[in-house]
């Protein structure tokens, strides 16, 4: 084995602070006690700054795993000589059934997509569910339908699973856990402290259409032509674009990094990929694709797209030489035909997003503490 | 304070003595109170609130003042230097 | 999107910047009232584009930040009933009390509900009869209509489990306050633009004349704002001191007549404290007797928690516009968004998040991170 495929079994795991270090408030006897910290918010599961501080705290420290210390979407474990992708995901939506999919779809789509940010073939899922006493067979029987389909399309197998059921009250109807494993080719090393700066920064298409989708359920929102999620399984995606970087003429691993944006955002993955790889990025406001209806909806409820979740798109990080035809693969596969190049890292300020506006004035693009919510301010 | 939104009046009913329709901004479609801009038309542009139109857009004034900073805009981009500053209105 | 799109033209807000810096020749100190304003100023960086004469200060216009500690304690103690939905807007929902804040007592089990508009809260009082249902009514002139056609409805329809908890407070007389203070820097305000759609300029006007202040009525967009210092440093450069309305396409003189009777009918004037600043006679709002059956203070029986802020928090002198978040030793240190220290840094409208999610100054971020050791 080469020094480069030790790499991904045995990464040395470096600190994943993110910016700034806090001076705890004690420290400076603020008479403003928040019991932050005592009990776990709803924020812990967004995606944003306090999730990271969970995994950070509490999750890392106790299982010492230099795989697990490298954060990225999915772990890459050597077995036999054989790189396997493993990965899990939960999820929680509410409500279960949306236009565009339901818990099912997501679950199968989440889990397929973290091991394809990974590089991975998915090949095999496991469903875990926790349902609540009283929800109702057909509404089960829909969701498996939904995953059945989901996962036929996108060629993975569910080959095991668990059901649990718990007291009416106790859960919102229905939990779904994936867990998926998948095999890593040799070469293919995607992780996110892989960027450099001049390198580019892609996206796959617009941004927000999930979250939004959702949200709309929720407030009554109509759209004019409907505003689906956009959940989708993304590996054949990402194996186009495997090809597109790894021609001759590119230099070896030109391909980065690759991440979904979901809970959290953009932002949330731009900002983890920032502070894994201490680099800068700048982003061009003006280039980032966002539909009509998710605009309109944003600004409605004073939202910003950037922290909207999505379930179908993916960010990529690229060697300069390779954007160009890594862009074109993207523009030519179904799940990427509205992709751009959306910004650089940069070597300023390390760990800092920065947007330039559309006015070509200059604004940070912070990473959010937990939820974004709906302002009337 | 007050994000307040430009959109277009669709439709409008009156149902228990109260004034609504569905007002579209930029692709997306809610419903929204008009009852305090009886002067509101459908097609018009109006000001919502929390769900609740607080004014219409007057679409003569925005055109007027508006040609007025297009005309700063293309002279900007040209080079040329406005002379003075513009009357305050 | 119409009336919103050609108010962020890069051209045009380019152009608005190189005349003020043409017709510029000493400093002036401005201040804008609305967190909305705030919000996009930073948000578009455009302080960066003005001419270093032109001092951009915020003012007291973000509702939450000037929320009284006590209230947000009653919102809080009120959640913690096991029989009462509190429904807010999300911007309290962060927002420190003297011990904890909304978040926090809804993971604590505390029924608490974020809505768009008050007429969601009325929609749940409607489908859960036996959920008491107070609606967190926080906000300036522009909200109150809203909340007044609310308690409208629910008192026609006899919907006796909706309640307000009331904490509005109305612009001109905080003005006034801010205004007459000695410590006072501001030269030219702008007003708030929403506000003034509904309650229209009377009151501008006499602040305008008592001190000699030019005031614009200012819109939220980029383009509105860069005009709205433009046509506040014509006034000033030239010794002027009027009312002007920038944001005509929404602005009235005279407001929004039926909204205003609305409001008169169910609510009346009374004195506020606002949090930060202290109490200010006339400056806020209450439910009248007529609609006692919906005054969450007079059907609950909240104790008058007294609370004092935090003396490590500026809030007050931020809000104020004597000095600028970055002034703060705690900023971005001790006090960020994930901990605030006082509401201005919680508030998406507030000075203190607002400069510190878009603008904080860069150093705050130098610290390298993630060594490059092992990159592939």
């Known amino acids: 084995m080469n020094a480069k495929k030790l790499e991904c079994v045995q990464e040395v795991p470096r600190e994943q602070e993110d910016a700034p270090a806090v001076p705890s408030l004690d420290a400076l006897s603020c008479p403003l006690p928040l ?15 306090l999730s990271g501080d969970l995994v950070r705290q509490l999750f890392l420290p106790a299982f010492r795993s230099p795989a697990l210390a490298r954060l990225d979407d999915q772990a890459i474990v050597r077995i036999n000589g054989v790189r396997l992708a493993f990965t899990t995901d939960s999820f929680v939506v509410k409500p279960l059934f949306f236009p565009g ?30 349902l609540e006493e009283g929800l109702p067979m057909e509404t089960l029987a829909r969701v498996i339908e939904s995953m059945r389909r989901a996962a036929e399309e996108a060629g993975v197998e569910i080959v095991t699973g668990d059901t649990k059921v718990v007291e009416k009250g106790s859960g919102d109807g229905l939990f779904i856990n994936t867990t998926g494993i998948g095999l890593v080719p040799e070469g293919v090393l995607l992780s996110a402290n892989r960027a450099r700066p001049g390198d580019f920064i892609l996206a796959s298409g617009t941004l927000g259409d999930h979250g939004i989708a959702i949200l709309a359920l929720r407030e009554g929102l109509l759209f004019e032509s409907s505003i689906e999620s956009d959940s989708a399984a993304l590996h054949t995606l990402v194996s186009a674009m495997l090809r597109a970087a790894s021609a001759p003429s590119l230099p070896s691993q030109a391909l980065r990094c690759l991440r979904d944006p979901t809970r959290g955002g953009l932002s949330s ?100 503490a937990g939820d974004q919510l709906p302002r009337i301010c | 304070m007050c994000l307040a939104i430009p959109g277009k009046i669709l439709d409008s009913v009156q149902e228990n003595g109260v004034r609504s329709g569905r007002v579209q901004f930029g692709g997306i479609v809610r419903n929204v109170c008009l009852d305090w801009v009886p002067e509101a038309r459908v097609g018009d542009y109006v000001l919502v609130h929390v769900g609740f139109a607080i004014s219409t857009v007057d679409a003569e004034e925005a055109g007027r003042t508006y040609e007025v900073l297009e005309q700063m805009g293309a002279l900007a981009d040209e080079g040329l230097v406005p002379e003075g500053s513009a009357e305050p209105s | 999107m119409k009336y919103l799109d050609e108010y962020r033209d890069a051209r045009i807000a380019r152009a608005l910047a190189a005349k003020i810096a043409r017709f510029v020749t000493r400093p002036w100190v ?21 001419p270093p004469e032109i001092e951009l200060v915020h003012g007291p216009g973000c509702p939450v930040c000037v929320t009284p500690l006590e209230m947000v304690d009653k919102a809080i103690a009120l959640a913690s009933r096991p029989d009462v939905t509190l429904v807010s807007y999300g911007d309290m929902l962060r927002v420190p009390g003297s011990a904890t804040d909304l978040w926090h007592a809804k993971a604590a089990g505390g029924d608490v509900r974020v809505v768009y508009s008050p007429l969601d809260a009325l929609e749940i009082a409607r489908r859960e009869p036996a959920r008491q249902v107070v609606f967190f009514a926080i906000g300036f002139e522009t909200t109150a209509p809203p909340h007044a056609m609310a308690v409208c409805q629910a ?58 202040m030019p005031i614009v009525v200012g819109g939220f967009e980029p383009v509105d704002l860069l005009e709205a210092i433009e046509l506040l440093v014509t006034q000033l450069e030239r010794g002027r001191a009027a009312v002007e309305i920038q944001y005509s396409r929404s602005v009235r003189e005279t407001g929004n007549l039926s909204a205003q009777t609305l409001v008169r009918d ?15 006679p006339q400056s806020g709002l209450r439910l009248r007797e007529k609609y006692a059956a919906h005054d969450a203070e007079r059907l609950f029986a909240l104790e008058e928690i007294s609370a004092p802020e935090p003396p490590e928090c500026i809030a007050a002198e931020v809000l104020q516009g004597w000095k600028k978040p970055p002034d703060c030793s705690a900023f971005g240190l001790g006090c960020t968004p994930e901990n605030p220290m006082g509401a201005p840094m919680v508030s998406s409208e507030g000075a203190c998040a607002a400069y510190y999610r878009y603008q904080r100054p860069r150093s705050l971020n130098s610290a390298p991170l993630g060594a490059a050791a092992g990159k592939g």
């Open chain 1, 269 to 368: 993955a731009l900002n983890e990929i920032a502070a894994s790889s201490g680099v800068g990025m700048e982003l061009e406001e003006a280039s980032i694709p966002i539909r009509e209806e998710v605009r309109g909806a944003c600004e409605l409820l004073g939202l910003d797209p950037l922290y909207v979740a999505n379930e179908g798109k993916l960010i990529a990080i690229a060697a300069p030489e390779a954007a160009q035809p890594v862009l074109a693969a993207m523009r030519a596969h179904p799940l990427g035909r509205n992709a751009q190049i959306i910004g650089r890292v940069t070597d300023a300020q390390p760990g800092l997003v920065t947007l330039r506006t559309t006015l070509g004035t200059s604004r940070i693009v912070d990473m959010l």
């Open chain 1, 101 to 130: 999919g339901s818990i099912g779809s997501l679950a199968v789509h989440g889990t397929v997509n973290d091991l394809a940010m990974g590089g991975a073939q998915p090949l095999f899922l496991s469903v875990a569910f926790i």
């Open chain 3, 266 to 280: 169910v609510f009346e004037i009374c004195d506020r404290k606002w949090r930060g600043i202290g109490s200010i």
């Open chain 3, 155 to 212: 008192h026609r329809e006899g919907l006796a489990n909706f309640a307000l908890l009331v904490s509005h407070v109305l612009v001109p007389p905080a003005m006034r306050a801010l205004l007459l203070s000695p410590r006072n820097r501001v030269q030219g305000l702008i007003a708030p633009g929403h506000v003034c759609t509904v309650t229209g300029v009377r009151d501008y006007e006499a602040l305008c004349t008592e001190f000699h």
């Open chain 3, 30 to 50: 401005l201040m804008e009232i609305c967190g909305g304003q705030t919000h996009t100023l930073m948000r578009y960086g455009i302080a960066s584009l003005l």
């Open chain 1, 35 to 49: 019991p932050a910290g005592k009990t776990i918010l709803l924020g812990h599961g967004s995606g944003g700054r």
